[in-house]
């Protein structure tokens, strides 16, 4: 009799004992997965711009969130202020700046890829400022097509927190994939051929990224409206990014470029009467030239929301980007049905 108890312990041993194993394999499969540890803590209003740098879900490319990479004297600024970062930009507000961070904390608590380098090892070897270049990723429904943000800063830095990453996520809500690209400052040429080989890495690696190529969107602020210009004008090809499409729309805000063309794609172009940098005038001028040369225009002038206004919160520029999402949404269809 003790013997068939002994038998039966050792039994339900082997059973028990097989049932740890394959929770610990499961849990290292969570853990490759990114979820077999804590959480990531959300940043806070409170908190400072070192917060960004040292936070682990940014660990390889938090550099590459602020404006300039080699800023080292704004860490200890409050977020609560990191207005101040961006001396070209207005109206930028902390919460939403955060929410946006956020999102991409929660991300990567997901599992999920938030960062990619659009540049090869071989090609940042050649040209070390490639190093400071990629795209961050807002997914929207797979699938779907891809807006890039291309934020401002007067080539001198790279508006994100305020002109990049909110609008990505505010398009991403809409169910559309949206990237931001961080590009070289110090050279409008250099940027724009940045932005041509992000397009092609994205055409080249759509698949896997689950996004639609078709009805492509260019969305970009100040500098990086012209940069957006510059390849409506030009084409992708004509700064290195191989023969592909030119966006199904340009979305151009508050840049005094002037160049247009018959074949520029369908345009939403905005801008407010007391924009201190880019002159309306020659905005309203560009609208103009470029409707007579047979381009679809859509307009919004604004009246107080000067220069920079990312999404317009707080001002009467708030509200156009769904706008422009709409615009968009027309044009990415007749690409769709082509």
Known sequence: MSRLILILMLFLTCI???VA???TKAGALMSVKGNGQAPHARLTTAGSV???VEHPAFNGFSHLILPTEQDTRSLDTRLSNVGSLMPYHGHVDPD???GALNHMIDDVNDGKT???DFYSEQQKREDSAKENTGL?????EPGAPFAIVCP???FSYVGSLHEGFPLALEISKKNYNAFVIRYRIGSQQKATEDLAAAIFWIFKNAEALEVSTAGYSLWGGSAGARMVGNIALSGVDAYGGNELPKPATAVIAYTGQSSFSEDFPPTFMTTSANDGIASVMSVDRRVKNLRDAGVEVEYRRYSTAGHGFG???GTDAEGWLDLAVQFWEKHFNKTISR
């Open 16 to 18: 028990t004992g097989g």
């Open 21 to 23: 194993m394959a929770e």
């Open 50 to 52: 070192g917060d960004i």
């Open 96 to 98: 939403t700046v955060v």
């Open 114 to 116: 938030v960062f990619y």
């Open 136 to 140: 961050f990723f807002y997914r929207g």
């Open 152 to 154: 401002g800063g007067g």
């Open 311 to 313: 999404l317009g919160t």
